[in-house]
């Protein structure tokens, strides 16, 4: 068990309206990804975050927003919901202690479905 | 952008067959990891594999890293119906700061 919380596992609402998707980790990990699975695509990487403040946009960033303000939490925050946006969506820790060149391990998941 | 292709997309076996299953790009990683899927959970890591050439094994599992870190391969001995789920490979992108590029997964059925 990598200590790695995602909520909620499940959700949904309607096109337009915000959603925010947290992850929360408990072994002081260095970097944090989002992650979202979809039929014949795999694994798509949305944002990742490098230390506290510190993120950047991955494949499929358009419409998803990132915030890290302590270590433990990386929040996703789709600002207004599209349906195109249903999905599976991962989070991901790695590099605990601040150590690189470790695999990511990831949490169980929210699936998010936008009518 | 690198790309990870994994064949076969699907397999379908009987209890007691062997299998190998293949992760390949034109890309080189620093390392590959291994991760089983089952419906409704996240991947879990079953194997990384860094140095070019290396074979890991993991019980009825071996795992090798291509010379030129581009490739790799999962080969099940005597499958089982627990080995059934989704099998996905990543590659670590070489100098770009512990980010993953995923294969789309080759989907194990093994039946009893």
């Known amino acids: 068990d990598a200590g790695i919380t995602q909520s909620p596992r499940h959700k949904v609402t309607e096109t337009g309206t915000p959603v925010t998707l947290r992850c929360h980790q408990t072994e002081n990990h260095r970097y944090m990804y989002w992650y979202r699975q979809d039929p014949g695509h795999g694994l798509r990487l949305i944002h990742y975050s490098y230390g506290v403040k510190d993120t950047d946009k991955g494949e499929v960033s358009d419409g998803y927003s990132v915030s890290r303000s302590k270590t433990e939490d990386f929040l996703l925050t789709l600002e207004s919901a599209t349906s195109s946006q249903t999905s599976v969506y991962f989070c991901a820790i790695s590099g605990q202690g601040g150590l690189s060149n470790q695999p990511q391990h990831f949490g169980d998941g929210t699936r998010l479905s936008i009518l | 952008t690198q790309l990870l292709e994994q064949s076969p997309q699907f397999l379908s076996i009987q209890e007691g067959e062997n299998l190998t299953v293949y992760c390949n790009s034109s890309s080189v990683f620093s390392s590959l990891q291994w991760y089983r899927q089952e419906p409704g959970e996240g991947p879990v890591l079953l194997v990384t594999?860094?140095?070019?050439?290396e074979v890991k094994k993991l019980k009825r599992l071996t795992f090798q890293f291509g010379d030129a870190r581009k490739d790799s391969s999962l080969h099940i001995t005597a499958a089982q119906p627990g080995d059934t789920g989704l099998y996905l490979c990543a590659g670590e992108v070489v100098n770009y700061g512990q980010n993953f590029v995923f294969g789309p997964g080759t989907r194990l059925s093994v039946l009893p």
């Open positions: 594999v860094v140095t070019g050439g």
